[in-house]
């Protein structure tokens, strides 16, 4: 199966309150459950980075809604490219709180997969490590502190 993998960043219209940004993905989670789309979602409450994977179709459709918003703005598309593997699969929407810095080293880094026709199996990019790096860090923190599912931070 060949999914689609969509990263962007973008700045928030106005700073989002931890309340704004809960009901924003109540609404979006449950769009992106029903199409099948998993990724993440980083955010300092300014600037967001999230990162979509699932059909190619459904992703086009998530991302109809997510450059619709007037929420944010300055999208940047980092990586639009099929992917044989999804990265997280176990997470629906996850939300994470990231400091500035991550944020402007993950839209400075380089996304995009050097496709290996033959390869099954396909490396990481820099982008994509770091990203799935650190949000395994927190989900393992989380864990081990039992403050309940990572989905929820
Ligand atoms: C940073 C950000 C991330 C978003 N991510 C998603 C998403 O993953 N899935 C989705 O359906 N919509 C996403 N959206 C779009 C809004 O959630 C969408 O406008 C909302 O679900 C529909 O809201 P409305 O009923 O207020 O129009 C995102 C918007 C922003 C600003």
């Not at 990586?79 to 402007?104: I, K, N, V, Y």
């Not at 396909?122 to 989905?151: C, D, H, I, M």
């Amino acid at each position: 199966m060949t999914w689609l993998a969509l990263a962007y960043s973008s700045t928030a219209t106005q700073p989002m309150s931890a309340v704004e940004i809960g009901q924003l993905l109540l609404k979006a989670r449950m769009f992106n459950a029903s199409v099948g789309v998993s990724g993440v979602l980083l955010h300092d409450s300014r600037q967001f980075l999230q990162y979509l994977e699932g059909p190619p179709d459904a992703v086009e459709r998530v991302w109809q809604r997510v450059s619709a918003s007037p929420r944010h703005q300055q999208l940047t598309v980092l990586m639009r490219e099929p992917t044989e593997t999804r990265l997280f699969a176990d997470w629906q929407m996850g939300c994470l709180e990231a400091p500035a810095s991550l944020l402007q080293r993950l839209a400075n880094e380089q996304w995009r997969i050097a496709m290996a026709v033959a390869e099954r199996r396909q490396p990481l990019s820099p982008a994509l490590a770091l990203l799935r790096q650190f949000a395994q860090g927190v989900q393992r923190e989380a864990l081990g502190k039992n403050s309940g599912s990572p989905l929820i931070l």
